[in-house]
């Protein structure tokens, strides 16, 4: 049953990435993440970059800029999609739980090294 939210603002909003991870395309609808900016990473994992068909990868990080928001979009999922998410996110990011722009509480993949420990 897909009773888990995920807001993905890059890769895993790709095809190629959604069939490769969960083995099917993901039902979503546009939402945002206030109060974040989006940046670039590179990754070095080449089963992410086969995945993803590139190396350079977005990540977001906290803004104090109020007007900040990265869109994207929110997908409903299983507990196994979510562990498989886990899966192909690599160290750099870390899964936290937001409350999206639309009052939609969501899991979402926060910089590992900018974001606050716990959920």
Same mark, same amino acid.
């Given at each position: 049953m897909?009773? &888990?939210? !995920?807001f993905?603002?890059?890769?895993? &909003? #790709?095809? &190629?990435? &959604? #069939? +490769?991870? /969960?083995g099917?395309?993901?039902? =979503?609808?546009p939402?945002a !993440?206030? =109060?974040f900016?989006?940046?670039?990473?590179?990754?070095?994992?080449?089963?992410?970059?086969?995945?993803? =068909?590139? %190396?350079?990868?977005?990540?977001? #990080?906290?803004?104090? @800029?109020?007007? %900040?928001? $990265?869109?994207?979009?929110? /997908?409903?999922?299983?507990?196994? @999609? #979510?562990?498989?998410?886990?899966?192909? @996110? $690599?160290?750099?990011?870390?899964?936290? @739980?937001?409350?999206?722009?639309?009052?939609?509480?969501?899991?979402?993949?926060?910089?590992?090294?900018?974001?606050?420990?716990? +959920?």
């Open positions: 897909a009773d &888990q939210r !995920l993905s603002y890059g890769t895993l &909003q #790709l095809e &190629q990435v &959604q #069939l +490769s991870s /969960f099917r395309l993901l039902d =979503g609808q939402d !993440l206030p =109060g900016r989006l940046t670039m990473i590179e990754i070095t994992d080449p089963e992410v970059i086969a995945a993803s =068909g590139t %190396d350079q990868h977005p990540l977001v #990080l906290a803004s104090s @800029e109020p007007g %900040d928001a $990265v869109d994207g979009t929110v /997908f409903s999922i299983t507990d196994a @999609e #979510l562990a498989a998410a886990d899966d192909y @996110e $690599v160290d750099d990011y870390a899964r936290r @739980e937001v409350l999206l722009a639309s009052g939609t509480k969501a899991w979402v993949y926060l910089s590992a090294a900018h974001s606050p420990t716990g +959920s």
